[in-house]
Nanobody, 117 residues
Framework: QVQLVESGGGLVQAGGSLRLSCVASGRSGSMFSQKVMAWYRQAPGNPREFVAIITGGGNTDYGDSVKGRFTVSRDNTKNTVYLQMTSLKPEDSAVYYC????????WGQGTQVTVSS
């Protein structure tokens, strides 16, 4: 099974930027380059929210609240997906999760992002 490990979270002021990384490792039925990978986030007391998704071919889609501010990308040579976050707002504060959206796909443990006003 694939393990996903996120990193890059932290504390940033409103208007700032962060880049999250998600590294995949372990055995999988498909190559990383074929995987559809996504980012989600969850703030305390709120349901998990879709943030961004990227297909193996590089097609992307975003949640309405992050469109124009966040960019998802991938480096298949490094088995890594990135989430570049700009113009951050306090309401972006959450634990951010990386997920393999294939059948039975894995989820990472999450990385905390805190945006101060």
């Amino acid at each position: 099974q694939v393990q996903l490990v996120e990193s890059g979270g932290g504390l940033v002021q409103a208007g700032g930027s962060l880049r999250l990384s998600c590294v995949a490792s372990g055995r999988s039925g498909s190559m990383f380059s074929q995987k559809v990978m996504a980012w989600y986030r969850q703030a305390p007391g709120n349901p998990r929210e879709f943030v961004a998704i990227i297909t193996g071919g590089g097609n992307t889609d975003y949640g309405d609240s992050v469109k124009g501010r966040f960019t998802v990308s991938r480096d298949n040579t490094k088995n890594t997906v990135y989430l570049q976050m700009t113009s951050l707002k306090p309401e972006d504060s959450a634990v951010y999760y990386c997920a393999d959206r294939g059948p039975g796909g894995s989820w990472g443990q999450g990385t905390q992002v805190t945006v101060s006003s």
